[in-house]
């Protein structure tokens, strides 16, 4: 079947954060879709979310040191990018060659901007089984993404033993 783009990969994104579920996710995706992504590009991404830091300002009566608040943001960059190290060596194992991207903001708008901006065919996010109530305190990432992001979106949940 002829796409009329000629030699252009498609492109798949799958977003994950420090959760097993997402660990899940990454290794389903690779197990369960190998022979479908030999031919397409693959992104991985994680969002640093924004930091509330209202209880530094609260501590320090109102005049946090800005080198605390750069040390807490570098932190969060780090954690970011050992995460997708260690997907893009997961990713490397199984043969598949994975770009690595992470941004700022809120993950689930994080997201779906970045499907957007990069032209993504297909968003991978994994679901953390989280309760009605749970959900309706935390949001579903997931959700979402599936009602929101410009592209089709698969949501792997981890079975639960």
């Known amino acids: 079947m002829d796409q009329g783009k000629g030699s252009e990969k498609k492109k798949v994104m799958v977003a994950i954060d420090e959760s097993e579920s997402s660990h899940y996710t990454l290794q389903w995706y690779l197990d369960k879709l190998r022979d479908s992504i030999a031919d397409s590009d693959v992104i991985i991404f994680t969002a640093q979310p924004n930091s509330d830091l209202g209880y530094l300002f609260a ?3 109102g005049t946090a040191p800005m080198d605390l608040v750069a040390s807490i943001q570098e932190n969060k960059k780090k954690v970011a990018l050992l995460l997708l ?6 990713c490397a194992k199984h ?3 994975a770009e690595t991207l992470t941004e700022i903001g809120d993950p689930k708008e994080a997201i779906c901007e970045a499907v957007e901006r990069l032209n993504v065919q297909l968003l991978v996010v ?3 089984n989280r309760g009605p109530v749970q959900r309706a305190f935390l949001g579903s990432v997931s959700n979402y993404c599936v009602h929101n992001a ?3 979106v698969l949501v792997v949940k981890k079975p639960t033993v």
Request: glycine share 12%; with cysteine.
């Open 59 to 61: 501590s320090s009566y």
């Open 85 to 90: 190290d260690k997907a893009k060596d997961i």
């Open 95 to 97: 043969g598949v060659e």
């Open 126 to 128: 994994g679901s953390h």
């Open 150 to 152: 410009k592209c089709p």
